[in-house]
């Protein structure tokens, strides 16, 4: 039963504009959730992060959003640009014990120029 | 400027073999992960150590699976009597405190 979902396989956006990608997660003892970038034949690069006691939280072009009563989070990314093109994961874990993440299955994100 | 580093990028091996796996974590980070990532699908957790110890092993999918980390700093996925299922890309995560798992490149391994 997957905990944390992306529902949307892959986006296509034009460059310059806003990249939006969202998560949902099931697991209530969830407080802690992470995106991460991926490219072809590298491990996921760390982009962003939010604490459940924070609704927003912001890094350049990268802005990511919690609404903890929908269990959804979203990561906004304005301007877009082609190097964005990646896939997506979200990640969420608890806290105590292992706090191992717990992935979603990753949005293809293509950015054209 | 070390990242975490994983030995063999890839490894192909047939049927039934032993294969170990590589992970150098980031130098000081106490906590290191292994992940398993098949076709399509995000990461899925295996294996936790703090330090040396495997606080958390709730991820490995059978007693085939082991995992060590001798010293606290690098650490070995081992498979035993590998089965075509176990095709995966494997990688390799450290951190110090809570909040953001630095990730290794990964092996991709293929059982023929």
């Known amino acids: 039963d997957q905990q944390v979902k992306q529902n949307s396989p892959s986006l296509s956006v034009q460059e310059g504009r806003i990249s939006i990608l969202n998560c949902d997660y099931t697991n209530s003892m969830f407080d802690y959730f992470l995106w991460y970038k991926k490219y072809p034949a590298e491990g996921p690069t760390f982009l962003i992060s939010i604490s459940s006691i924070k609704d927003k939280n912001e890094d350049g072009r990268f802005t990511v959003f919690l609404n903890k009563s929908a269990k959804h989070l979203s990561l906004h990314i304005v301007p877009s640009q082609p190097g964005d093109s990646a896939v997506y994961f979200c990640?969420?874990?608890?806290?105590?014990?292992?706090?191992?993440?717990?992935f979603g299955k990753g949005t293809k994100l293509t950015v054209n120029p | 400027g070390a990242g975490v580093s994983q030995t063999p990028s890839n490894k192909v091996t047939e049927k039934g073999k032993y294969v170990e796996l590589r992970c150098d974590p980031i130098?000081?980070?106490?906590?290191l992960y292994w992940y398993r990532q098949s076709l399509g699908q995000g990461p899925e957790f295996l294996i936790y150590?703090?330090?040396?110890?495997?606080?958390?092993d709730s991820g490995l999918p059978n007693d085939r699976f082991f995992a060590v980390r001798p010293e606290g700093s690098v650490s070995t996925l081992k498979i035993q009597r590998t089965e075509r299922g176990d095709s995966a890309v494997y990688l390799c995560?450290?951190?110090?405190?809570?909040?953001?798992?630095?990730f290794g490149p990964g092996t991709r391994l293929t059982v023929l």
């Open positions: 990640a969420a874990s608890a806290q105590g014990g292992s706090e191992k993440l717990v």
């Open positions: 130098s000081g980070h106490t906590a």
């Open positions: 995560a450290s951190s110090l405190i809570r909040g953001e798992q630095f």
């Open positions: 150590f703090q330090g040396t110890g495997a606080a958390d």
